[in-house]
Each structure stands twice: as structure tokens, then as C-alpha cells.
């Protein structure tokens, strides 16, 4: 693996314990787990590369078609401003999840789609697709979701919403964190390819910045870039916390070291070496991360999204990552990965 000797794995053994704290429940992972608890919460590095090197065997993920290169975008935590209650300035609902939409797991059906779950409303005896991102505003107060807070700014949220997780600053300067708590069924679609192939952006420009720059430029237009992505996030009002957001796995997300990753081939919770590069450069970015997240634009084997932390900076280089990259998922000995075809 490229980079593992430049790497220092003690960084990511916090999040890693973090992992743990889940993983040690299975029996595969069980003896890893109790081991690394021997070693304390901050073995040397040389203690760390040691226990990783002894205990795990490296897997090369490989596409489909037979490829090691994948996309490694960038993810962050977001700060936003908005209010417990609605004002002519704080006009966006932040929705929770409505109390009519089904969540219909196939794999209670169909085994082999146990990652699959549909989400749908009730119309008469029949199960229906639920209301999309367009549907949804169109029906505004009618949606039979709560509103747990109201933002100043649609794009801000709508970013928001993309990165899965935030907090919202109120008038007061309090803030409130809120999480992913559940999304409409509809898949995922960039609007920065959409504002492409309107011939709005050029690739090179539709980043979160360039697309928020689009945005303040054709207010007129927002509805419909919004709306370009029929995908929806409802949001759940969480605890408040100095460590990272949660993330799919159930354990804060650790700046630098917690990657996004797609469930169906890399177990959540497993360590996996990522090498690609900085964002818009060519300076190598090869480090040890925890698979502790995932997300509905994360679909494919080599297929990674990089937590760069909270606030402002961590949002640009959030933005500006679209880089290609290899991954290796570390399994426990005699523990092999899922199938990828």
C-alpha cells in the first residue's frame, strides 16, 4: 500500500476505539477489539502500525470492471443561521421525518437485498413513491413532518442537507446540532452536473462555492436548481457535543480519519487505507481511515467520502475534493470482504 510507511495509524486510533465500541459486539471482530484495548488509548506509533500489521490482512477494493481508481470526494459539518421559530428571515423549514412515510426494508423479503429499503406513503392500499424535493415545497405547511428549526438561507441548507449533518446558529449565538435521521427514497443528483449540462458551469467551476455563486447570481432560478435534486434529508435534533458528528456507524466522525464509504462492500466500522490526493492537487493524501458513514451519492466499490471536520475551512476543501483514489479495507485474519460482483 503506497504511503503505509509515511502514514502515522497512531492518529487513527481514537477513531478507531470509536469503531470498536460497535464492532466488538461481532464475533469476527470481538478478539481484534479486546486486543486493541490492551494497548491503551494512545499506543506509540510504532506499538499501532504493529497491532495493524499483526492483526489484519489489507484487501485491494476493485471495481467491477476491473479497476482500482475510484472517486474520493470531500464531506464536512457546516454551520448555518436560523431560528426556532419562522420570520420573514428564517423562512426555510428544517424538516424531521414526516409521519406518513413507510420505510419498507427488502431485505425482510429478498435476503439478498438486505442494504435495500424503500420509502413510500400510503394512498388508499397502496404503497406509492413519497413526495419529492419539488413535491415537498410545493405542499409546504401541508407536509405532515415536524419543523425542528427554520433557516435563513435555502442554499446553506440545502448543503446541509448534502452533507448529512450540522448545526444551526440562532439569533441568541447558541447552537444546535442536528443529524441525518432519514431521507424521501429519491436518489441522489448533483446539481452541480445539472448546472453543467445547462451549460451554466464548466466542470472545473461547479464546485459548492461556484454553485453558490450561480445561485446569488439567478435567485430566480433557485427552485429550480434546487429541484434538479429530487432527493430530501430529514433531520433529527441531537445532543450537544464537542466531538464530531454522528455518523451511520453510531460514533462521532473523526476530522481527517472517518471516510464515507458504501456499505454493501466495505464493512462499516473497518479500517481502510485510502490513497488519492489533496484537493485540487497532485501532493498525495495516504492515510489510515475508519469506515464510519455513508451516504446516498456513495454508491460503487471504489467509492470513498473524505470528513474534513467542522466549520469553514473544512468546507472548502470539502468543496473543492474530487479527486481519483485507491482503497484497502483491513479485515480481522481469516475474515474476507463482500463480493463486489
Known amino acids: 500500500m503506497a504511503g503505509w510507511q ?19 459486539r461481532q464475533a469476527a471482530w470481538k478478539t481484534v477489539c479486546e486486543r486493541a484495548a490492551r494497548l491503551g488509548a494512545a499506543p506509540s506509533s510504532s506499538a499501532a502500525r504493529q497491532f495493524f500489521e499483526a492483526e489484519f490482512t489489507p484487501w485491494q477494493l476493485t471495481n467491477a470492471d476491473g479497476t482500482t481508481q475510484g472517486l474520493v470526494t470531500g464531506y464536512y459539518e457546516p454551520l448555518i443561521r436560523g431560528s426556532r ?63 425542528l428549526l427554520w433557516a435563513d438561507d435555502p442554499i446553506e441548507l440545502f448543503f446541509l442537507q448534502v452533507q448529512g449533518s450540522g ?26 452536473r445539472w448546472l453543467v449540462a445547462q ?24 427552485h429550480e436548481l434546487l429541484n434538479a435534486n429530487p432527493s430530501y434529508v430529514f433531520f433529527r435534533e441531537l445532543p450537544a457535543s464537542d466531538g464530531g458528528p454522528v455518523g451511520a456507524l453510531g460514533v462521532p466522525l473523526s476530522a481527517g480519519r472517518s471516510v464515507a464509504v458504501d456499505p454493501r462492500y466495505v464493512p462499516l466500522g473497518a479500517p481502510v487505507f485510502l490513497a488519492t490526493t489533496q484537493p485540487l492537487s497532485a501532493t498525495p493524501l ?44 483491513l479485515l480481522p485474519r481469516g475474515m474476507t470482504p463482500p463480493p463486489t460482483r
Open 85 to 147: 421559530t419562522r420570520s420573514a428571515r428564517s423562512a426555510w423549514p428544517i424538516h424531521g421525518v414526516p409521519k406518513d412515510m413507510l420505510t419498507i426494508d427488502l431485505g425482510d423479503v429478498y435476503p439478498e437485498l438486505k442494504s435495500l429499503r424503500l420509502r413510500g406513503r400510503l394512498v388508499g392500499n397502496k404503497v406509492v413513491p413519497y413526495w419529492n424535493r419539488q413535491q415537498l415545497g410545493e405542499r409546504a405547511d401541508a407536509v405532515p413532518a415536524p419543523v
Open 199 to 222: 451549460g451554466e458551469l464548466s466542470l472545473d467551476k461547479a464546485s459548492m462555492d461556484g454553485i453558490k455563486r450561480w445561485a446569488e447570481d439567478n435567485p430566480a432560478r433557485l
Open 286 to 329: 495516504q492515510r489510515l481511515m475508519m469506515a464510519q458513514d455513508t451516504g446516498g451519492a456513495i454508491k460503487g466499490v471504489v467509492r470513498a467520502d473524505f470528513f474534513w471536520g467542522f466549520g469553514a475551512d473544512a468546507g472548502r476543501e470539502a468543496g473543492r475534493m474530487r479527486q481519483q483514489g485507491s482503497m484497502w479495507v
Open 167 to 192: 448545526r444551526v446558529q440562532l439569533p441568541d449565538g447558541r447552537t444546535v446540532r442536528i443529524g441525518y435521521a432519514d431521507q424521501n427514497g429519491h436518489p441522489y443528483q448533483s446539481i452541480g
Open 6 to 24: 509515511q502514514d502515522d495509524p497512531a492518529a487513527v486510533w481514537p477513531a478507531f476505539r470509536a469503531s470498536c465500541s460497535t464492532l466488538a
